[in-house]
């Protein structure tokens, strides 16, 4: 089956989709994205990330291009088309628009978007209990890293060098010593003591979905979180790591850098959290 994208009002199959030469976010990374999971067949917290694109495109001053409604409705159109009906994504672009090159912003931009969707195999337990290794690299990005721009050269390779390391991730720090993030996910820890760890959202850092539900679920498994930073020194020292995003769901992490972390087996609460993250998924609360 081939598969489909939607670019700027149109289905067309996924190897014709293209933008135009002049698209601000190929010239300029001038655009947002979102990384929706699908969960048999559905979204996973559509509303939320919907939220997240109007804020980062508010923070940009990048005008809405349709009703949420409408997004919605686009966002099912294209789920339905790539017959996706287990386990998938939708990548969703947002970009200013075409426009003769200027830095500046053009006078009336047409706001341009870009889905596309696949499938990705089903979540398992198995291989998320071995756990992934993380190394850890200096935070070279910019400012406002609580938008999800698809500005990702940092990101990029951060990535290439975790691969080039045989690692799934790469841990970004700051000047401080403090972790801020990986590449594309958030990093958490468990102390000692059995407190969950991760870093409060501000500008250092995307507030992942995957994160703030995570928090949730926590919470209400009664399980004690604390919102600060952390150290490379205390997360290698840590009972307990993981990321999180819609991708990786929760993925322990049993190896930072050379540490081995703990016993270098997934710990009970990543998995306990893991388990929790799974079930949501399939939930109507995960689903509004
Ligand atoms: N990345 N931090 C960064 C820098 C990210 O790029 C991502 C997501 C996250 C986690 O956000 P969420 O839980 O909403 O997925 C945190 C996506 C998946 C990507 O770039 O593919």
């Not at 089903?122 to 500005?151: H, L, Q």
């Not at 995570?214 to 399980?223: F, Q, T, Y």
């Amino acid at each position: 089956m081939s598969r489909i994208a939607y670019v700027n009002g149109r289905y067309m199959p996924h190897r014709e989709a293209a933008v135009h030469v002049e698209d601000r976010g190929y010239q300029f990374s001038d655009g947002v994205y979102e990384v929706v999971l699908i969960r048999h067949g559905k979204m996973v917290d559509e509303a939320p990330h919907l939220v997240r694109l109007e804020r980062s495109l508010g923070e940009l001053q990048i005008k809405t291009p349709m009703s949420n409604a409408a997004l919605r409705q686009v966002m099912a159109e294209v789920v339905r088309r790539n017959r996706i009906t287990g386990n998938g994504l939708i990548y969703m672009q947002v970009t200013r628009g075409v426009a003769k090159r200027d830095h500046a912003f053009p006078a009336n931009p047409q706001t341009s978007v870009v889905m596309t969707a696949k499938r990705l195999p089903e979540p398992s337990r198995t291989g998320v209990e071995d756990g992934v290794k993380a190394i850890t690299i200096p935070d070279i990005r910019w400012e406002r890293c609580d938008i999800k721009t698809v500005g990702l050269l940092a990101s990029v390779l951060g990535k290439q060098q975790a691969r080039e390391a045989g690692a799934y991730e790469a841990l970004q720090v700051d000047s401080e010593g403090f972790v801020t993030e990986g590449t594309s996910s958030n990093a958490w820890i468990v102390t000692a003591d059995g407190d969950l760890v991760t870093r409060r959202a501000n500008n250092a850092i995307l507030n992942g979905i995957t994160r703030l539900t995570v928090l949730k679920l926590a919470e209400r498994a009664g399980i004690r979180f604390v919102e600060r930073p952390f150290t490379v020194e205390e997360a290698k020292g840590a009972r307990e790591a993981f990321v999180t995003s819609a991708t990786s769901l929760v993925k322990p992490v049993t190896q930072i850098d050379d540490t081995v972390i703990a016993n270098g087996k997934a710990g009970g609460l990543s998995l306990q959290l893991f388990d929790a993250y799974l079930d949501y998924m399939t939930t109507d609360e995960a689903r509004a």
